[in-house]
Structures are given as structure tokens and as C-alpha cells.
């Protein structure tokens, strides 16, 4: 399995940038993290982009945005990514967000039984409302804390599974399956022109539905 | 000695905030040299202002302007609890912070949501750690007061920055009631109509004043709802350096919410250089995010409130594009 090859070692450092050789193939997508309050979607990200983590992460107000490009093989991969506010009733703002969006990550907290029951509602809500074609991975976070967790793996897991979703049990604290997570979903993700084109991804009839196929992204 | 003074030399400011790492000692230096002459002064005409009218029962055209030249740090509470009209509104109502607070239960999901804010609300900042009770007071008090609004994350930066202006934890509870109640109504109950709206309106603004910015971000693809709607909820706190958001709130306390349109507004018109000089989503993100938010502004928070005041706004155009934005929000 080639996987990217990480700066800083031992799993904790930020994924490689692009060596900007030309023969790499390059692909855009846009990723939206959904989850309840305080289960770590900031925190994931943070680690992901800057391979920082945070105690106490400030609450999202509304919604971040970031990007971070990791290498597979010989494409790279480029994610914009949506981190949004999990209070209930920024809940209003979140469809602008995930409109459009190639990918998902649905995060709760292992230690919060009502965290895991919010992100299968957020499941159900990308599959009735998002890109047909979203690629949805499903994170259990706070994995460090697993001696005190609620919600057991197996659980998560067979109903990733019944879900179609990508699926791990995640720590921004100590890095842990955090660049893996990104990872599997960029391998997911059709790498293709389709999104290949800058800005694509954000129109609001983007072409993420019916991408050509037969068109490797150069 | 104004408390501004004494921290010329600290890695942390006046306010308990720790400075950021390329903070221009010198330059600020060079600033508050001349800027203490400037507090001096302003604070022998405020003891001037608050002896003729103790109850700065009305804001007039002198007591506005010198308000936007900045309230100096000892007079704030008082002045901004007289000047809001939250004095008024707790002498009528004396019992009702206490009463609150006296109340046997909590509802438990509003306190959890509360709790876990909590330690997260200005972390950097080295005087919270022992404000958190009262933080707690003033929010969980709020939130059973107004059951439309409960907690909405933001106030926890709002309530957090009066309570260090105030030290006063009822002051702090009814200055919040009036944000949130008279200046920003229906920003955070539940549905938060009037933020949507009001970013719609914020939107037609700028592409009223500053076209070309409008259309890089609209081309580079970042909605408005990721730019502004923190400095909305949040009355800019915990966007720009406090002294800045001192000075926004000075004049909100005074003026209303004309004078969030202001600043919002001033971001995108002083910055239209360096927005339009952003050439892919990401640049543009990081720029308000970091860039525009800089230790810099804190030197220049006069050029800022400067350029708010020198654009062209009325409170009719605001209302008439709220008409508009009512049908077609953000």
C-alpha cells in the first residue's frame, strides 16, 4: 500500500506537501466535517493541517474553512476543507456546506452515547441531501480516552458498515488515525478531472454528480 | 496610571491576553508614547463629561463623538451600562440577576452545553481561569431568563469579555441582556433569523461600496456565512485584538447595531487591497482568519475606528435592505 510519505515521523507530523514535480496528477476535493459540539472536529483538523492539538480548542463560531494536500501514489490530492459549528442550531448554516461536498467526515466522541446518535442523524441527513456520490467516513473520537468509552467500536463499526462508511476510531490528541482517516478517504475519492478544475467543486451545479470517468487527472 | 501603560513591556496585555508571538514591541512602543499623553487627556475631559452629566442620561452629539474617540478603561462599565440603557433596565428589575441565580434547578443541557464552553473560552487568556464561575453565573442566569435564546455558543466570548472590562458579574449579565436582546435581537435564538438576514444585507453592502471585492470572493468561492458570521454573533470579540473590540463596542453601547455594519464593512473596504490579492480560497480564508486580525491593529485601532466612520452609512439603507433580505436571506 503506498501511502504518503510523512514530514516529521511517527505518525504525528502533517501530511507532505506536494514536491511540485510535474508529473504528479492533482485533484481537488471538498470535505465537510459535521458532528455534535465538542467531539473534536476542530481538533482533527487542526492536527491534520498543522499537526497542532489544542486542550481546549475554541468553539467554531459558524464555520472554518482550510485546505491541506497529501500525496497518493503519484496524484496529489488537494482538500478543501469545511470544519462547522456543531451547536444545534447552527445546524441552519450546514447545508451550505456540504452542498457540493465530494466527502464527509461525521464525527463523534466515544465517551458521548448522544454524540454517536446526533452523527447518525447527520448520516442520514448527507444521504438524503448531499452528492449522491459523498463519500461519508464515520470518526470515533477522543480514542485516548478509550478506557472510559461509551460507545464500543464493534457498535460503530457494523453500523459503518450497514451505512456504507468509511469508518475509525480517531485522537486528535495523539494523532491517531488522524492523517489515516484523510487518507482512506482520498483513496475513496475518483480521481479524476472532474475535480481536478479549481474552484469546481463550489459551483453551485459542480460537476461532482456525473464526472466523466474515461479522464485521469493529469 | 492607565492600566494600557503598565503592561507596555509584558507578554501579556492589559486585559490578561497573551500577546502574539510577532508582536512589535518597538512599534507599540513608539505608539504609547505618544498615546499616554492622548489617555491623560481624554481621561481629564471624561472626569469633566461625567461631572456636568453623571447620568449621561442622553447621548448627544459631543458625548457621541467623544465615545468614538474611545471610552477610557476605569469609566467603561459605568459609562457603557448608562449609555446602553442597561442601568436603567436593572434599577427597574434590581432582584432579577440574584433571583435567577437562586432558582433550584438548571436545565441540564443548557449547564452541560455551558460547562463544556467553559474552559475553552479565551484559553490564552491568564486572568480567566478564576473568572469560569462567574462566567458560568452570568450565562446559565442568561439562558433561564430567555428561553428563545438559551445558550448560544458566542456568548461565551461576549459575556467572557465583559466580565474582564466590568469585573462584575451582574453588570456583565445585563449588558449582555442588552447585546443580545436590543442590539442583535433574534442573532442567536434558536433560528438565528436576523443573522441570516443581516448577512445578507451585509453581503448587498459590500457589493454596493466595494463591487470588485465582492465579486473576488464571490469568483474564489467563500461564503459570507464563513467570513462574517462570527463577527456578527460575536460582536467581534475573539476576532479582533480586544482594544479594537473595546472601541466597536464603545460606540455600539452608544450608537446600536448600525455600528456593527460599520466595522464589518471597514474589514472588507481598509483590506480591499490585500482581498483582492488572494488568488485561491484558501489565501482568502487565512486572510481573515490571521492576517486581518494581526497585533498590528492594535497600534492602529484609531485608523480602524477612523475608517468606520468615514464610510458613507445610513440606518434607512440598513432597513430597507433588511426589507429586501427578509425574502432572500443569505
Not at chain 1, 497518493?72 to 457540493?100: C, N
Not at chain 2, 463623538?65 to 457603557?80: A, E, H, L, M, T
Not at chain 2, 458570521?229 to 460606540?251: N, Y
Request: glycine residues 6%; hydrophobic residues 40%.
Amino acid at each position: 500500500m503506498a501511502t504518503t510519505p510523512r514530514s516529521g515521523g511517527a505518525g504525528s507530523g502533517t501530511a507532505q506537501r506536494p514536491n511540485g514535480t510535474s508529473q504528479n496528477k492533482s485533484c481537488q476535493f471538498k470535505l465537510v466535517l459535521l458532528g455534535e459540539s465538542a467531539v473534536g472536529k476542530s481538533s482533527l483538523v487542526l492536527r491534520f493541517v498543522k499537526g497542532q492539538f489544542h486542550e481546549y480548542q475554541e468553539s467554531t463560531i459558524g464555520a472554518a474553512f482550510l485546505t491541506q494536500t497529501i500525496c497518493i501514489e503519484d496524484t496529489v490530492v488537494k482538500f478543501e476543507i469545511w470544519d462547522t459549528a456543531g451547536q444545534e442550531r447552527y445546524h441552519s448554516l450546514a447545508p451550505m456546506y456540504y452542498r457540493g461536498a465530494q466527502a464527509a467526515i461525521v464525527v463523534y466522541d466515544i465517551q458521548n452515547q448522544d454524540s454517536f446518535q446526533r452523527a447518525k442523524t447527520w448520516v442520514k441527513e448527507l444521504h438524503k441531501q448531499a452528492s449522491p456520490n459523498i463519500v461519508i467516513a464515520l470518526a470515533g473520537n477522543k480514542a485516548d480516552l478509550s478506557n472510559i468509552r461509551v460507545v464500543e467500536f464493534d457498535e460503530a463499526k457494523q453500523y459503518a458498515e450497514e451505512n456504507a462508511l468509511l469508518f475509525m476510531e480517531t485522537s486528535a490528541k495523539t494523532g491517531m488515525n488522524v492523517n489515516d482517516i484523510f487518507l482512506a478517504i482520498a483513496k475513496k475519492l475518483p480521481k479524476n478531472d472532474g475535480a481536478n478544475n479549481q474552484g469546481s467543486s463550489i459551483r453551485p451545479n459542480g460537476n461532482e454528480t456525473n464526472r466523466p470517468t474515461n479522464n485521469c487527472c493529469k | 496610571m492607565d492600566a494600557t501603560a503598565s503592561s507596555k513591556f509584558s507578554d501579556v496585555d492589559e486585559y490578561g491576553f497573551k500577546r502574539g508571538q510577532n508582536f512589535d514591541y518597538r512599534n507599540y512602543s513608539k505608539f504609547m508614547d505618544g498615546y499616554l499623553k492622548t489617555l491623560t487627556r481624554r481621561r481629564m475631559k471624561w472626569e469633566a463629561i461625567l461631572q456636568q452629566n453623571p447620568d449621561l442620561s442622553q447621548v448627544d452629539a459631543k458625548l457621541k463623538r467623544y465615545i468614538r474617540k474611545g471610552i477610557p478603561g476605569p469609566y467603561r462599565p459605568d459609562v457603557w451600562m448608562k449609555i446602553s440603557g442597561a442601568a436603567a433596565e436593572q434599577r427597574r428589575a434590581p432582584n432579577l440577576y440574584r433571583s435567577l441565580l437562586n432558582s433550584e434547578t438548571f436545565d441540564k443541557e443548557i449547564s452541560d452545553s455551558i460547562s463544556i464552553d467553559l474552559p475553552r473560552t479565551f484559553p490564552d487568556n491568564i486572568h480567566f481561569d478564576t473568572k469560569k464561575q462567574r462566567l458560568y453565573n452570568i450565562l446559565i442566569a442568561y439562558a433561564h431568563h430567555n428561553r428563545d435564546v438559551g445558550y448560544c455558543q458566542g456568548l461565551n466570548y461576549i459575556a467572557g469579555l465583559l466580565l474582564i472590562v466590568t469585573e462584575d458579574e451582574e453588570k456583565s449579565f445585563w449588558l449582555l441582556k442588552h447585546i443580545v436582546e436590543n442590539i442583535v435581537p433574534q442573532y442567536h435564538s434558536h433560528n438565528m433569523s436576523n443573522l441570516l438576514r443581516d448577512l445578507a444585507v451585509f453581503r448587498e453592502l459590500v457589493i454596493r461600496r466595494v463591487p470588485a471585492v465582492n465579486r473576488h470572493v464571490d469568483n474564489l468561492g467563500l461564503p459570507y456565512p464563513v467570513i462574517a458570521s462570527k463577527w456578527f454573533i460575536c460582536i467581534f470579540a475573539e476576532v479582533l485584538p480586544v482594544e479594537t473590540v473595546l472601541r466597536i463596542w464603545d460606540c455600539v453601547f452608544a450608537e446600536g447595531y448600525k455600528i456593527v455594519f460599520r466595522a464589518a464593512l471597514a474589514m472588507f473596504v481598509t483590506h480591499k487591497t490585500s482581498i483582492l490579492a488572494c488568488d485561491d480560497i484558501a489565501a482568502l480564508a487565512n486572510h481573515f482568519r490571521d492576517i486581518m486580525i494581526q497585533d498590528s491593529i492594535v497600534t492602529d485601532c484609531h485608523g480602524f475606528i477612523e475608517s468606520m466612520f468615514a464610510l458613507r452609512l445610513k440606518r434607512s439603507e440598513l432597513e430597507s435592505l433588511r426589507k429586501v433580505a427578509v425574502l432572500n436571506p443569505a
